[in-house]
């Protein structure tokens, strides 16, 4: 549950980079949405390794 947490945490974190983009035409923060989803692809990769290996074990 841990990896789940830190990935909701991430989720959550990027929640207020989100609105100020869609919402009030933010575009430094629409950067940094780019950069928190491209960090929540990698984390989600590495959680989808560690799922296969330990359902392989």
Same mark, same amino acid.
């Given at each position: 549950?841990?990896? /789940? +947490?830190? &990935?909701k945490? &991430? %989720?959550? =974190? &990027?929640? %207020?980079? /989100?609105? !100020? /983009?869609?919402?009030?035409? #933010? #575009? =430094? =923060?629409?950067?940094? %949405?780019? !950069?928190?989803?491209?960090?929540? !692809? +990698?984390? =989600?990769?590495e959680?989808?390794?560690? %799922?296969? #290996?330990? !359902? +392989?074990?």
């Amino acid at each position: 549950m841990k990896r /789940f +947490n830190q &990935l909701k945490g &991430l %989720v959550d =974190a &990027l929640e %207020v980079d /989100f609105e !100020k /983009f869609y919402d009030k035409g #933010n #575009n =430094a =923060a629409g950067t940094r %949405v780019r !950069k928190g989803m491209q960090e929540m !692809k +990698n984390m =989600a990769q590495e959680i989808r390794i560690e %799922v296969q #290996n330990q !359902k +392989n074990s």
